[in-house]
């Protein structure tokens, strides 16, 4: 097919005049069969959700089917303000990932920092793999990881370390007050590592010069690193945590469901508006509570990425996602 | 230039510290599966046990099944899912990659607009169940994961950059088809994306317990992960398995069960400890490629 016009087929630089619209459809078939698998699944699996939106205005009843499930206007938005859980949960969900944000950028920036000065190349290689380990593990492994320290009869601080000092053991998953913290240093735990591999790369790429000159005009390390690694890293840094404010909405499930064992006890410091939709869908069958909060969630989260990467654009247009 | 070659001793101690910091949580759990059981009833789990013990693993050996069906159910959909995943990702990347192709700038937003904007759980659960009726197969494990936005930009980013157009160009003035093209001169010219972006699919898929906590409830679905999810918080599950299986029935002990769950949480963990060092530097390149613009 192909053959009939070689040049113009393919070049971008040689147009066709031919402006026929089906004449340029049909050139290009062959593209559009090749994106179609990635635009059917794009489809299925992110569009036809979103049209699913409508459903917050319904309260859905599955006998009546989606379709014959009733018009509520913004009831299920009333019903879900109303029981004034849903103002804890987002001050939860959103002051977690502040905390994230501010100890695992300033930790990742240490980390890479002192990781830049290590000059044996294999320890640093260990290092890095032994840091990037609990990146590539999932939630589930981590909440064993943590039952051992925590589990209450037999767990590592129970049985070795308050008992034989002395102090009561503690029924961990039935305490809230420990687990702002233990869910903050879990977290650290995981995401530290490879966010210091990021900035590591950063500051693996900064040319060379720079210190050379600094050496020559009598700059020791501290004022090397404070004056000419830092500097380059703040843009990367002020991104990276736009890039993550944007996403201030949306916790990650895995560590609030999986690591807290799910635990009703916990619910008043560990319920996230994602462990909140996901209970209120598949535990108690409350569809209009999830499904409004789920819409929430998707409008401010939207909001707040365009919003974000706004501000990304402005300080360096390459590193914005659209 | 002179710089001195030592590392600050200070910062050695830090990192040694920092890795066991890293590391000592997998060894913990390593050492109560290898805890005998009257050590473990006594004192509890500890970083170096009293009494060492295999039963767990010898449980595990033999009686296997429940265990095995659940890493094949995992295997089978992480190679499945890894490999359509990466032919859907880049055949879309390549026609995004065309400059010539007339609906480029319509495509990308089709593309873009998923990472922004999303339904929530609960449309997408109906979806699933209620629409394609995918609950309890296999296909609701892989399909979910199949394509996501950010790859299909990594990869349009690499194609446009690092492959010439004018061997394009000159591939089809020869007379080979757009498929040709993308078979035989883009994909092999794109080994290292295909690797880097490949890794990341390959731990999503095997990390996956999301999906199955959704959509699977027959348990000879299960896949390793959401196996283990359950053992964890429902030990009459661990319980149900164990009486089933027929392990050391003659010297008729009692079955291990803190040691058994933690020896199932190694070797979940195990493949992916042995073989992540070695494709570390993939991982670290695909963190630092390119801009990705829409």
Do not use: C
Not at chain 1, 101 to 124: D, R
Request: glycine fraction near 6%.
């Amino acid at each position: 097919m192909q053959m009939d016009q070689p040049i113009t087929a393919s070049s971008g630089k040689v147009r066709t005049k031919s402006a026929h619209p089906f004449r340029k459809l049909m050139k290009y078939h062959a593209l559009w069969i090749l994106a179609l698998p990635g635009i059917l699944l794009l489809l299925v699996n992110n569009y036809l959700p979103m049209f699913g939106i409508f459903l917050a205005f319904k309260s859905l009843n599955f006998s009546k089917g989606i379709w014959g499930s009733e018009w509520v206007g913004f009831d299920n938005f009333k019903f879900l303000f109303m029981t004034n859980d849903i103002w804890r949960i987002i001050a939860n969900t959103v002051l977690y990932n502040l905390v994230f944000i501010v100890i695992n950028t300033a930790l990742s920036v240490l980390l890479a920092l002192l990781l830049n000065e290590v000059k044996n190349k294999l320890f640093s290689k260990f290092i890095q793999s032994s840091m990037l380990l609990p990146h590539f593990i999932s939630m589930v492994v981590v909440a064993y990881l943590v039952f051992g320290f925590l589990n209450p009869d037999l767990g590592f601080i129970n049985k070795s370390i308050l008992e034989p000092s002395g102090h009561e053991a503690v029924s961990w998953y039935m305490s809230p007050t420990y687990w702002p913290y233990i869910l903050i240093i879990v977290n650290s735990w995981k995401s530290v590592g490879f966010g210091s591999i990021i900035y590591l790369a950063t500051i693996i790429g900064i040319d060379k010069e720079y210190y050379e000159a600094a050496m020559i005009d009598g700059a020791g390390k501290w004022k090397q690193m404070t004056k000419i690694t830092v500097p380059f890293l703040i843009p990367i840094m002020i991104i990276l945590t736009l890039l993550s404010i944007g996403r201030i909405f949306n916790a990650d499930f895995g560590l609030f469901y999986q690591v807290t064992m799910n635990s009703g006890m916990l619910k008043d410091v560990t319920e996230v508006i994602d462990t909140y939709v996901y209970n209120a869908l598949l535990v108690s069958g409350d569809t209009d509570l999830a499904s409004s909060a789920g819409l929430l969630q998707s409008v401010i989260g939207f909001i707040l990425v365009v919003s974000v990467n706004l501000l990304v654009k402005r300080i360096s247009s390459d590193k914005a996602l659209f | 230039m002179k710089t001195s070659n030592r590392t600050n001793p200070f910062i050695i101690l830090f990192f040694i510290l920092f890795s066991a910091a890293s590391l000592l949580p997998f060894w913990l759990i390593l050492m109560v599966s290898l805890t005998g059981q009257n050590a473990l009833v006594k004192f509890g789990y500890s970083f170096w046990p009293k009494e060492f013990d295999l039963a767990a693993y010898r449980f595990l050996w033999h009686d296997a099944e429940p265990i095995l069906r659940a890493y094949g159910v995992s295997i089978f959909v992480t190679v499945i899912g890894t490999v359509v995943s990466l032919f859907v990702t880049s055949a879309l990347a390549y026609t995004l990659s065309r400059n010539d192709f007339p609906f480029r700038g319509a495509l990308s937003f089709y593309v873009l607009f998923t990472m922004l904007f999303g339904g929530g759980l609960l449309p997408w659960y109906l979806v699933y169940t209620k629409f394609l009726h995918l609950n309890d197969s296999l296909l609701a494990l892989i399909i979910p994961g199949l394509l996501g936005g950010f790859n299909v930009f990594i990869m349009r980013t690499y194609f446009t950059t690092s492959i010439p157009p004018s061997l394009v160009d000159s591939a089809q003035i020869d007379g080979a088809s757009e498929y040709r093209t993308y078979f035989s001169i883009v994909l092999p010219l794109s080994l290292p994306v295909l690797a880097t972006i490949g890794l990341f699919v390959i731990v999503a898929y095997w990390n996956d317990w999301f999906t199955s906590l959704v959509f699977i409830s027959n348990d000879k679905l299960y896949n390793l992960q959401y196996f283990l999810y359950n053992t964890l918080m429902n030990a009459q599950y661990l319980q149900a398995i164990a009486s089933k299986a027929h392990i050391d029935s003659a010297s008729d002990r009692i079955l291990p069960m803190e040691q058994l769950q933690m020896a199932m949480a190694m070797i979940a963990v195990l493949p992916v400890a042995m073989v992540f060092p070695f494709l570390q530097k993939y991982f670290v390149k695909g963190l630092t490629v390119g801009a990705v613009k829409g």
